[in-house]
């Protein structure tokens, strides 16, 4: 079982379908990038249905898809429909993929992506997550303060620094769900009684 840092994600308790998203991805991937697929839960009968039982979940769902051996950067969430705090859903090949977090140096220095000339290029939310780490600014070497494997409904915090390594020899499929909550603080306090 699943050890988690409630500085940075934890479990929730939700009823939903693995085969039911998978087939949404399956039917809409034509309109995705090479890494990401963005659906407005309005437009979707299964998602609406969930959203109805779950007041907290937002209008956005994304499906990530990560490559085998490879990753997303160091970054922090900032997009136009801006993933302040999520729920990420295992879809397909997460057993061996992880989510890292860090804390980084003060030297760290930053690239901030423009979200709006990305989705007016259609490259998507991996191009537009905000805030890449600029790896020259650091020297030594970064080892997560806490790293988890999605193999169940989980909250995560978007606004710290973390990356995604997908260490299998298969694509890697999670959707991530925009939450209601203003931030992590907030979404912990609701879902957890904390």
Excluded: C
């Amino acid at each position: 079982m699943q050890e988690y840092n409630h500085k940075y994600a934890f479990p929730v308790q939700v009823e939903w379908s693995r085969e039911e998203l998978l087939k949404l991805y399956e039917d809409n991937k034509d309109k995705a990038n090479l890494a990401t697929l963005r659906l407005k839960v309005s437009e979707h009968d299964y998602l609406q249905q969930l959203q109805n039982k779950y007041q907290w979940l937002g209008d956005w769902l994304d499906f990530f898809i990560t490559y085998p051996g490879i990753g997303y950067p160091i970054h922090i969430d900032n997009t136009v429909q801006d993933r302040k705090v999520v729920m990420n859903l295992p879809i397909l090949n997460t057993e061996k993929s992880l989510t890292n977090w860090y804390e980084l140096p003060e030297s760290a220095e930053w690239i901030q992506s423009d979200p709006y000339k990305a989705a007016e290029s259609k490259s998507g939310v991996y191009s537009s997550t905000g805030k890449f780490l600029k790896a020259s600014s650091i020297k030594e070497k970064l080892v997560p303060v806490f790293s988890m494997v999605t193999t169940e409904p989980v909250i995560i915090e978007t606004k710290l620094p973390h990356d995604v390594k997908n260490k299998t020899t298969s694509k890697r499929i999670i959707a991530s769900w925009h939450l209601k909550f203003d931030s992590f603080t907030e979404a912990k306090r609701y879902l957890l009684n904390v």
